[in-house]
């Protein structure tokens, strides 16, 4: 078993789907509301623990209804909560998503995320540094993201860092992370000055472009490479990039190389679309294994 550290957001997800998205100054009629446990963090941890890792999550969550669902959650996906606090002065943050078109459009109200900061983290760090691979994103503060950049390369732990939603980040951090899975707008911000199959030959078996329905590209040292994703009748897309993210580490974290690594997170990622919610469609160990296979 795996043993990983997701440091990240949780939120609660108010998911709308509808026909088409509405203009600017548009009423339209909606066909379904939820709300649904989310944030990228929660994402990544609860994916990576139904893959069969040891998960702990480093987070924060307000001392009100969405936390407690939210808390509740993590435990009946077994991901480890010791370092997830309820704060009392600030709520839960929010993900409002919209569903329509096939594809998903997202605002996030970081909230209770802001607290994830530096000075948080550290009260986690005999738990980084036992971890086999150190997950992170960007719905926390920009310099906690620094911080843990710097611990878990002063620890030589392998960090994985996904850079959304999209912000431009240091050299240094580029440098020092293990992984980077950008999407093409991601990747995009990230290296402006350079094209797409340019930053690729730049981070070689570092930097892997999430392309969607097309897979995922990257350098291997001698060529480029794209393992594509497997075709499915998509339900909802919000949650298959963390799917991704957390598969490929619990892939990487068990030994496998990367190309195999690669190919294990899209089939998660294939299947976590096919269900109503982030969470919902995320698949447990022998599924992602046995639609491999067959």
Request: charged share 20%; hydrophobic share 40%; glycine share 8%.
């Amino acid at each position: 078993m795996s043993k990983l550290v997701v440091i990240g957001s949780s939120s609660m997800d108010l998911v709308v789907s509808a026909s088409k998205r509405p203009s600017a100054g548009e009423t339209i009629i909606g066909e379904q509301f939820k709300t649904i446990p989310g944030g990228k963090g929660a994402n990544q941890a609860v994916a990576a623990a139904r893959l069969g890792s040891e998960v702990y999550l480093i987070g924060c969550v307000g001392s009100d209804n969405y936390g407690d669902i939210i808390l509740k959650n993590f435990k009946q996906n077994n991901v480890l909560i010791d370092y997830v606090e309820p704060v009392t002065y600030i709520e839960t943050g929010t993900a409002h998503i919209i569903l329509a078109e096939g594809d998903n459009s997202i605002i996030v109200v970081k909230g209770a995320n802001n607290n994830v900061t530096p000075k948080y983290v550290e009260k986690a760090k005999e738990i980084i540094q036992k971890a086999e691979m150190v997950l992170i994103q960007q719905e926390i503060p920009e310099e906690t993201v620094e911080y843990v950049v710097d611990l878990c390369h002063e620890y030589s732990v392998p960090l994985l860092l996904n850079p959304a939603p999209a912000r431009v980040i240091s050299q240094t951090v580029i440098e020092k992370a293990t992984y980077l899975t950008p999407n093409e707008h991601e990747a995009s911000i990230l290296f402006e000055d350079l094209t797409k199959e340019e930053a690729l030959k730049k981070y070689p078996n570092k930097l892997f472009i999430t392309e969607g329905k097309q897979g995922v590209r990257y350098f291997n040292g001698e060529k480029e490479m794209l393992i594509p994703s497997f075709k499915v009748e998509a339900v909802d897309t919000t949650g298959a990039g963390d799917t991704f993210n957390a598969a490929f580490a619990v892939a990487l974290s068990e030994g496998k190389n990367i190309e195999d690594s690669v190919l294990f997170a899209n089939r998660a990622a294939s299947l976590s679309v096919t269900k109503f919610g982030a969470q919902g469609g995320m698949p447990l160990r022998a599924e992602v294994e046995g639609s491999i296979s067959s």
